[in-house]
């Protein structure tokens, strides 16, 4: 037998006698009390080892300590929140769980009705079995049996509602670039972006379409990299907890954005204090949490710091620097109230300075992104949940740009801000079969522009903008608006089939003066013991907030709320079996009465100035129509292999003079799929791919027009013909296509834990595997004899990038 000084302490003692005949058991009791097991090793010898920690015991409610059966009791990571093990309460309330590895942990309890209970839970070293009871509080507001909103997708939490469901495992191993959730994203299905952008296109709707929150404040500008297509969210994703994306048929609670909402919710910081260190080629993140005592308050701080020089190589800039902050204190000043104060900070800085025998480059760009709000909770009884926000947010732009070449110049001065002032409350109600719901809301905006730009082409092409390609403008204006927001809604259960969610909202703006009424249903089916109907249906508006005038297009016109109407038709069925399978079918249209006009570039992909290119048009649709089918479905094949794989079939169209024209971000046809297998030992990888038909493109040619004749005079009595002029022709608004889209990601994680509780992580991205050299616009070039000579813009081959994360 071999053992080790360090495992078998002189303090051990055998105060129980071993009972057993057999001396193999009689061994395996005597360690049993101390911590200790034996493991066979070579020759016939026996090693003495600690043993693994399980733990056991038994879940009760608060109210009469009844025992809870049916509770999912979970072994999470504390620093990452990844699923250890995890099993189910009997019928007495009893569960076990385990091997508990070393380090910090968090044993969790979940049961719909109740609100989820944590525990820290610390291994070091020799442990013994444990035995924890945990209570679970009834929530005054349940977690319903049956969702009832279609089209939801929730990120970095198990759901058991929607089949479009990924924990904070599946997040994490996705292949995203920046480590950004956001660029996740488009693997979902009814989700486009480009391969720059971060900012998602939701089912073919325009980016300020989306609302954004976190942790119940609207982000009104959530993005880094501005001048590059907003590359990079401002939203750390160690800090999330939760994501829910709806992409359509949102209740009356969600309002003045009218195509879908990204709501993300920060954790909620327990137990001991830890310290991350995270480094990959985009960013530098120190990010740290823990407890306040028993009381259940806790601190959250996350800084990052914008990798420049990637950023110059991958987005092809000229260094742009960026950065963020984020706070978050929770407080508990009684048992039936909770106050939490946040604060959100990003910056970002882009300097250029070129001069030489082409021309002369300089930029100064300033951004930064202010919000700091408080939420109070209050329960009022055992089913009454009151809810208040208070908010403040700043946002300020400087843009100030200078360049010239030999076919343009431009010179540019754009100096605008926008303060929001806002309160908040919502209210909630238990019902017997269900739940009442409301609130209002109330927002005063105050912006300012101060617009000097001034440009001149000589490129053809820039005789398709609606200036001809020569302009000079200037606008300064204050501007004060407000904006009251009323909600009302009811979820009830309607027999053990039918579920419904009927609402009314009530929207003010005073900038335009209107008064807005917005009714909404949803009902949910139960069509069987693992299928589940949706529908949905409902008005929505979305006003034209004053900092949203293209300015720098010469659009200062405030433009009526536009006027959109959902409807939403989905099933939801599990398969019984040992792959999971769980699909998800859904079809929608979503039709808007009175969209506003709107300024786009027609070839090129993005652009530091997009207003400033000569490619510039105006797009005034007197409807837009958006219609699709969406299927999802998810298993797995054995214990280390699960996926899943989308396809979507949609249409997202403008009619323009009474004819439908395609919108430059319509995919007919999308699919994607991911794999992810479990190597063991803490190691994955991950495999997602990607397919949508090519994106709209407008055809044109040229045509030499031939100089006019001049008037002859005294001076020149000599009849003079002018010079040739190259006049560019448009073809049918995007009525060609650029090649198809596809590639392959890969992320490989592998992770480390330290007995003392230190955790390393090591992951290595590959974007783009197979070297696709996907064309996301067209570069043209208009020659003095009319001919058009159009070279791809394309993103580039194989991307690697590292990264890791330390945590203390």
């Not at 053992?3 to 001396?23: G, I, K």
């Not at 009834?138 to 049996?145: G, I, K, S, T, W």
């Amino acid at each position: 037998m071999v053992f080790s000084s360090r495992v078998v302490t002189p303090d051990l003692v055998v105060e129980v006698a071993a009972t057993s005949e057999d001396p193999r058991r009689r061994l395996d009791e005597l360690l049993a009390p101390h911590g200790l097991t034996v493991r066979e090793g070579p020759g016939g010898s026996l090693v003495v080892v600690p043993a693994a920690v399980r733990l056991r015991g038994a879940v009760r409610s608060r109210r009469g300590l009844l025992p809870l059966a049916g509770v999912d009791v979970r072994l999470l990571r504390a620093g990452d929140r990844l699923v250890e093990s995890e099993t189910t309460s009997d019928a007495d309330g009893r569960f076990e769980i385990g091997p508990v590895p070393p380090g910090p942990m968090l044993l969790e309890a979940r049961r719909p009705g109740f609100v989820v209970e944590q525990r820290e839970i610390l291994v070091r070293g020799r442990n013994r079995d444990r035995e924890i009871d945990l209570v679970l509080t009834e929530a005054p507001v349940p977690e319903d049996q049956i969702d009832v909103t279609p089209s939801r997708v929730s990120l970095l939490q198990d759901s058991a509602a929607p089949a479009v469901a990924l924990d904070h495992d599946d997040v994490l191993g996705l292949p995203h670039l920046g480590d950004d959730i956001f660029r996740a994203l488009p693997l979902i299905p009814g989700v486009t972006a480009t391969d720059v952008s971060a900012q998602p296109r939701i089912r073919g709707a325009r980016r300020d379409e989306t609302q954004v929150l976190l942790d119940g404040q609207e982000l009104f500008e959530a993005y880094h990299l501005v001048d590059f297509d907003n590359a990079l969210s401002i939203v750390a994703p160690a800090t999330l907890d939760r994501v829910d994306l709806t992409l359509g048929g949102f209740p009356a609670s969600f309002g003045d954005r009218a195509g879908a909402v990204l709501d993300m919710g920060t954790r909620s910081p327990s137990g001991p204090a830890h310290l991350r260190l995270g480094v990959s080629l985009l960013t530098l993140q120190l990010d740290g949490f823990g407890g306040l005592g028993a009381d259940g308050g806790g601190w959250l701080v996350s800084l990052r710091r914008g990798s420049t020089d990637l950023a110059e190589k991958i987005l092809k800039t000229d260094q742009p620097v960026y950065w963020d902050g984020f706070a978050k204190l929770a407080l508990v000043p009684s048992p039936r109230q909770a106050l939490r104060l946040h604060g959100l900070y990003a910056a970002d800085r882009l300097e250029v300075v070129e001069i030489g025998r082409d021309g002369v480059k300089r930029y100064n760009n300033d951004y930064d992104r202010q919000y700091a709000w408080a939420a109070h909770q209050l329960t009022l009884g055992p089913r009454t949940l009151v809810e208040t926000i208070l908010s403040s947010s700043t946002v300020d732009q400087d843009r100030r740009a200078t360049e010239i070449e030999d076919n343009f110049s431009f010179e540019l001065r754009d100096r605008s801000d926008f303060d929001v002032l806002g309160v908040r409350q919502t209210w909630s109600h238990q019902l017997a079969d269900g739940e009442l719901e409301g609130g209002a809301e109330l927002r005063r905006f105050q912006s300012g522009f101060d617009y000097r730009g001034k440009i001149d082409f000589e490129d053809p092409l820039a005789a398709i903008r609606p200036d001809g390609g020569h302009a000079d403008r200037a606008f300064r204006q204050r501007t004060t608006s407000e904006h009251l927001g009323l909600h009302a809604g009811l979820r009830a259960t309607v027999g053990p089939v039918v579920t419904l969610q009927p609402g009314l909202r009530f929207d003010r703006y005073t900038l335009t003066d209107e008064a807005l009424l917005s009714p909404r249903l949803g009902v949910a089916l139960r069509l069987g013991e693992a299928t589940i109907g949706r529908l949905a249906w409902g008005r929505y508006y979305q006003s034209q907030r004053p900092y949203e005038r293209q300015v720098g297009d010469g659009a200062t016109e405030i433009f009526p709320a536009e006027r959109s109407e959902h409807r939403v038709l989905g099933v939801e069925h599990r398969f019984r079996g040992p792959a999971r399978l769980h699909l998800r079918v859904e079809a929608y249209e979503r039709r808007t009465g009175n969209p506003r006009p709107r300024y786009e570039n027609l070839f090129e992909g993005f652009n530091t100035f997009p207003e400033l290119e000569p490619d510039r048009v105006l797009i005034e649709p007197e409807e837009s129509l958006a219609r699709g089918v969406e299927i999802f479905l998810r298993g797995r094949a054995g214990r280390r292999v699960d996926g899943w794989v989308s396809y979507a079939n949609a249409t997202t169209r403008d009619r323009i003079a009474g004819r439908w024209v395609p919108r430059q971000v319509e995919e007919r046809e999308a699919l994607s799929a991911n794999l992810r297998f479990d190597l063991g030992a803490r190691t994955s990888l991950d495999l997602a791919w990607r397919y949508h038909t090519g994106w709209p493109i407008t055809p044109l040619t040229a045509e030499v027009l031939p100089g006019s004749a001049g008037e002859p005079s005294e001076d020149d009595p000599k009849l003079e013909v002018g010079e040739a002029e190259v006049v560019p022709v448009l073809g049918p608004l995007n009525s060609l296509r650029l090649p198809p889209y596809h590639r392959l990601d890969l992320r490989f994680r592998r992770s480390w834990v330290r007995p003392s509780g230190k955790r390393w992580e090591v992951y290595l991205d590959v974007q783009n595997l197979y070297g696709r050299r996907n064309v996301d616009g067209l570069d043209i070039q208009i020659e003095d004899d009319g001919t058009v000579r159009s070279q791809r813009e394309e993103t580039t081959g194989v991307f690697p990038s590292i990264g890791f994360r330390w945590e203390l």
